[in-house]
């Protein structure tokens, strides 16, 4: 699969009269915010494995910490009867806070 990736410069990149949010691309891209500026690479949560632990793996096969907010997207058709997001983020994730942000941020329990 093809990955696109693309500097996005903010507001100026835009016709007149619509407003950048990142909001809009919850569950189709991740968004990587350590960069200046910000790049944004395809990832449609519609393709991602259906199990559970394949898809946490390749979540952090793409990115090693995630955001509670960052995460979700990608976990919601997960959840049904006996399985909430709450489940998945203790069964497949540890949780720390960034020193930076101190906000609560997911990785991995297997180490790679």
């Not at 069964?91 to 609560?104: A, E, F, I, L």
Request: hydrophobic share 30%; net charge positive.
């Amino acid at each position: 699969k093809q990955w696109y990736q693309r500097r996005v410069r903010g507001q100026d990149s835009l016709p007149d009269g619509m407003t950048a949010d990142l909001k809009h691309l919850r569950g189709v891209a991740l968004v990587n915010r350590n960069s200046q500026p910000n790049i944004i690479s395809y990832l449609n949560a519609l393709d991602l494995p259906v199990d559970p632990g394949r898809r946490f793996a390749y979540l952090f096969s793409r990115q090693e910490k995630w955001s509670h907010d960052d995460i979700i997207p990608y976990l919601e058709d997960l959840i049904g009867p006996g399985l909430t997001v709450t489940s998945l983020l203790l069964k497949h994730c540890r949780s720390t806070t960034d020193p930076k942000t101190k906000q609560k941020v997911y990785n991995s329990k297997i180490r790679s």
